[in-house]
């Protein structure tokens, strides 16, 4: 099976600084976390979950990539991953 998101919901975590959102490969559910230091323009909740709504596509095809390096319980996705 390959990663999927039919599933377009997401939430942020004020403690931790992430918008967290799920993918699915086959029956398993796989979660992500996004640090907000990914969206440099944005300051607010409002503006964190606005900002990846925008940029859902390619946050999703880091994901993607990020899957098929490792499985992992968890993948957190940094400033980095989007270089």
Known sequence: M????????????ASARRIRF???D???EVPFLVEV???PE????AGYLAA???????IQQVAVKAYGYAR???YILTANDFR
């Open 52 to 58: 990846f709504d925008a940029g859902r596509d390619a």
């Open 22 to 24: 799920i993918g699915h």
């Open 37 to 39: 230091d990914v969206f």
């Open 2 to 13: 390959s990663l999927s998101f039919p599933n377009r919901s997401r939430s942020y975590d």
């Open 72 to 74: 992992r319980r968890m």
């Open 42 to 45: 944005a300051n607010t909740e």
């Open 26 to 28: 086959g029956m398993f």
